[in-house]
């Protein structure tokens, strides 16, 4: 797990997938208790224009995800992501999905705006 820290990785909106496929990403989006599979080993995550995306885990989850959570993980060819870390966030504010997404776009779109530099 400590593997992907070493490295940047970049933060991603759903549309973006494909062009990241093979890749380590960071992504952000809400999960509901119903959008968890039975046995625990992947979860549905809405993110741009409530677009669902499947997060495979390699192993159970071991409690309940509900809101906002942040998953970094290597995107499949069938635009899935393959879970290496995740954190819920706890927040009293909601997350505007919309607006974090579109920041996420600027910084694809203007890269000098954030560069990752060391």
Known sequence: ????????????????????????????????????????????????SDKEITVLLSSGL???????????????????LHCVVYRQLNSSESLDIEAYNAAIKMTHKFPNLCSYSQ
């Open 62 to 80: 071991n409690e309940l995800l509900d809101g906002i959570v942040e998953v970094t993980g290597t995107v499949d060819q069938q635009e899935n």
């Open 1 to 48: 797990m400590d593997d992907v820290y070493l490295e940047p990785r970049p933060r991603i909106v759903a549309s973006m997938m494909k062009q990241n496929v093979g890749k380590c990403v960071t992504m952000m989006g809400i999960v509901a208790p119903e959008k968890i599979s039975t046995d625990g080993s992947s979860f549905q995550m809405s993110t741009e």
